[in-house]
Each structure stands twice: as C-alpha cells, then as structure tokens.
C-alpha cells in the first residue's frame, strides 16, 4: 500500500490537476486562478485554447504542449521537470482532466516516481448533466464516449442497457443521431433520457423525454453543440426478478465487485434492483442458511 501526502518534497515539484471551465470562463475557481499563477508551467491539452484562458485572467505563466498525440514523449520530460523542483499544472481543454481527455498516463507517472498530486475541484459536463437531468442521480455509472468500432459498440451497450444506475455518456454533434439510433435498438424506445446540450454556455438547453421521442425530435432538428447524454438505469421488470435464481443473484453481485465495488456496495445495488431486502442478498451472496 502506498500513502502519499498532498505536498512536495522540498527538492521536487508538485503536479497540480486544475479543472478548467465547460464553457462560461466564469466559472474558474479563484484557486484555480491562483494556481496557474504561481506554478512554473501549464502542461495543456491544446495551448492556444488555454491561450485564451489564461488571457482573460491576466495568467503569464508559460505553457507546454500535453495531449493524447504526444503523451509518450512529454511524460519523461514533464517528470524530470517535476523531480528537479519545477511545479506543474495540467489542463485539458474544458472540464476535469484524465475525464475523457489527457491526463491520467501523467498522474499515474508522477504516483510511482513519488511525486505529490495534487487535485482540484471544478467543473465537470457529467455531474453538471445529471443534476438537472431529472433522472435519479445516485447512483450513476459515468462511462463517457462510446467506442466507434461497431463490434465494441455493440459490446458496451449491451453491458450498459442492463445497469441499474443511471449511465452518463458523452457525444459529439456529428454522431448524436446515430448514437441515438444505436441506444434504441438495444434499451429500447421507451428508456427515460435527458440531452445536456452546451451546457453553461449562452445555447444552453436540456432536452428531456424517451429515446423514440429524442429520436423524432432529431429527425427534424439539426445537433448542435457537444452533448451529455444521462440515461435512467434498467429496472427489471418483476416476470424478470422473480426468475433469478440464487446463482444469478451471486453473479450479479460478484460482476459489480470485479468492476470495483466493494462487497457491501454491491449487495446493497442488486437489493435495490431486485427489490428484496439487503439482508436477503447478504445471505444469498455469502450462502448462508435463512
């Protein structure tokens, strides 16, 4: 086990991880401000936009190329910085980083040379989506893009249609139409969704219904502006429920713990799923005697 404490050593830097704005520069935090202040270089996913960034809030501190072309090669180079005491921020271009954008091949480096991280909170197009989506938001699964390849695509939604928590995709304009066409044949027409569009920005809007009504209202209107796609989870209906048998049970359990989950956290999902008691799951899981 590796404990880490949230600061430098006093002869090394620190990798600072700074949200950046979704969309409204106003909602910078006044410690991310200062932190680009006072670090000695921004590693960006594309410095001419975090050019601009740091323009309206008067930053001069310098920046350096860091995206998903060049990863390999800026890594050793940012790490030698980090140990020879030079701090370090790293951006992506909207949002958290290493959230569906450049950043955790770093983190993960300056972890096992022993460099302090050090994270800061911010806005994320996920959590913001949710919120307002009017669809249960805990608990959630964040997934982000879909595979473009057919067959994992085919893979990933079918594994995605059958979770109980609510899932959180991303999408761009250009594949909206078609990712909504590919959530129809496999959850169905009839799944509660909501469309975060542009959100924090001027064309902010939400856009609420089924996957069939999303898809009528998109036959007629163009897609415009990057996407949060939030979709209720799967409820089993109750034919469905009462034919698991105690084995379907346990391998629903132990799926959600292979994902991560912890025993306790898992049992208590399925509970909810199947609508029987923890204590009951707890049993069957653990196959103790009633």
Known sequence: MQIQKSFAAADQGTLFLVPTPIGNLDDMTMRSIKTLQEVDLIAAEDTRNTGKLLAYFKIETPQ????????????????????????????????????????KELVKAAIAADIAVVPLPGANAGLTALIA????????????????????LQVALQQLAQRPETVILYESPHHLQ?????????FGNDRPICLGREL???????????????????SEHDPRGEYVIVISGHVAEPTELAELSDQAIIDKVTALIEQ????????????QELQR????????YHQLSK
Do not use: C
Not at 138 to 149: A, N, S, T, V
Not at 207 to 218: C, N, P, V
Not at 260 to 271: L, M, T, Y
């Open 64 to 103: 350096i190329s860091f995206h998903e072309h060049n990863t390999q090669q800026r890594i050793p180079e940012l790490l030698a910085k980090l140990t020879a005491g030079v701090s370090i921020a790293q951006v992506s271009d909207a949002g958290m980083p290493s959230i569906s954008d450049p950043g």
């Open 133 to 152: 989506s009017g669809i249960e938001p805990q608990p959630f699964y964040f997934y982000g893009f879909l595979p473009r390849k057919n067959k994992e």
């Open 178 to 186: 078609r990712t909504l066409a590919d959530l129809a044949s496999v």
């Open 200 to 218: 924090t920005k001027l064309h902010e809007s939400f856009e609420r219904g089924t996957i069939g009504e999303l898809i009528a209202w998109y």
């Open 260 to 271: 991560g989950k912890k025993p306790n956290a898992a049992i208590k999902i399925v509970a």
């Open 277 to 284: 008691s923890r204590q009951d799951i707890y049993a069957i």
